[in-house]
């Protein structure tokens, strides 16, 4: 199962957060089971705002071969990699001493 990303984590808490206050603002209840029902309902709308929302997808790089040399008549697959979108680290470059 991936872990969920930081956006998704953050949509999915707002949204319980906000959808828990506006629905106790505006049934005025005070009752447990009102409460726990009020809850239940934000939990849930939170976990389908946080799955809906759209996940990076990974980019397709060609690699760049010379083409190998086949016998005439026979074909050749071209290969593809999937290249997942990550943040490349800051390259720190050494002094001479």
Excluded: D
Excluded at 32 to 45: E, F, K, S, T
Excluded at 91 to 97: C, G, K, L, N, S
């Amino acid at each position: 199962m991936p872990r969920p990303t930081p956006a998704q984590l953050v949509y999915g808490s707002c949204t319980v957060i906000c959808s828990t206050l506006a629905m106790l603002l505006l049934s005025q209840t005070s009752s447990g089971i009102g409460i726990a029902v009020i809850a239940l309902a934000a939990l849930g709308l939170g976990l389908l705002v946080a799955m809906t929302v759209p996940l990076p997808r990974p980019r397709t790089v060609a690699r760049s071969e010379p083409a190998p040399s086949a016998p005439p008549g026979v074909r050749v697959p071209v290969h593809r990699e999937t290249v997942a979108a990550t943040t490349a680290e800051p390259v720190r470059e050494r002094t001479a001493p």
